[in-house]
């Protein structure tokens, strides 16, 4: 449901429950991968929901984000009243660290984020950006700003499109997102953490890549996969 174009958006002020700073958790994401974070939420804590649709891709292969959802709510609408002023206090209400996540309602026709738009998110210090549609795609490949998309268009979306709310739960595909969990992504898709156990599963994801090159020293040793599995690897 659209709202009245009017937002009292969260306090900026971000402090989440981590027992690390947050620099230091996003850092430490950022060496891990998808892969072993999907186990650890799956085989840990029974999530079978967790990775967000692999529609979104990385505008480049090697782009990777890291950081705590902040969340956007839009749709196709052809209303305009309010709408740059909107979005600009929520470029504004983005924070360190935050990962912009844009619910947009199934839209396959408009570019929701551009080049200005990545220019005051890197201000704000966000650090990166899960969405349908982009243009100015050289000039965001030029600022080198994680984008992850499912398409390009030179459509804007004014007059087309509108935001309604942001910084309230949302849901992409079949996960729920809120403001503040924990978003990762890399070549291999985006992954959702909620943020009560975005520090616990950092822990257990990091001790999985450690285990790994361990189980990856025995192959190359020459073991079979039968004696890797008896030596406690797995494939």
């Not at 890291?66 to 979005?87: L, N, S």
């Not at 890399?186 to 953490?193: K, L, M, P, S, T």
Request: contains cysteine; charged residues 25%; aromatic residues 10%.
């Amino acid at each position: 449901m659209k709202s009245n174009g009017k937002h009292q958006p969260d306090d900026k002020t971000v402090v989440p429950p981590f027992p690390i700073p947050v620099s230091e958790m996003r850092m430490r994401y950022l060496q891990l991968y998808s892969g072993a974070i999907n186990d650890v939420l799956r085989f840990n804590y029974g999530s079978h929901a967790s990775s967000l649709p692999s529609a979104f891709a990385p505008l480049r292969e090697e782009m990777k984000m890291a950081g705590m959802a902040f969340t956007v709510k839009g749709g196709p609408d052809i209303t305009t009243d309010g709408e740059f002023e909107m979005r600009a206090q929520m470029l504004e209400d983005l924070h360190q660290d935050s990962v912009v996540i844009w619910d947009c309602t199934g839209d396959t026709v408009t570019s929701q984020w551009g080049e200005v738009m990545t220019m005051a998110a890197l201000k704000a210090g966000c650090r990166g950006a899960l969405i349908n549609g982009i243009r100015d795609t050289k000039a965001i490949l030029d600022l080198n700003f994680p984008v992850f998309h499912k398409y390009k268009t030179s459509t804007g979306m004014l007059g087309r499109f509108r935001m309604y709310y942001y910084q309230k739960p949302v849901q992409i595909g079949e996960v729920i997102v809120r403001p503040g969990d924990w978003i990762f992504g890399d070549i291999d898709g985006v992954i959702a953490i909620p943020q009560a156990i975005a520090y616990d599963v950092l822990i257990a994801a990091e001790k999985i890549v450690h285990k790994e090159e361990g189980i990856k020293e025995m192959v190359e040793s020459g073991m079979t996969p039968t004696e890797v599995v008896r030596n406690g690897g797995y494939f």
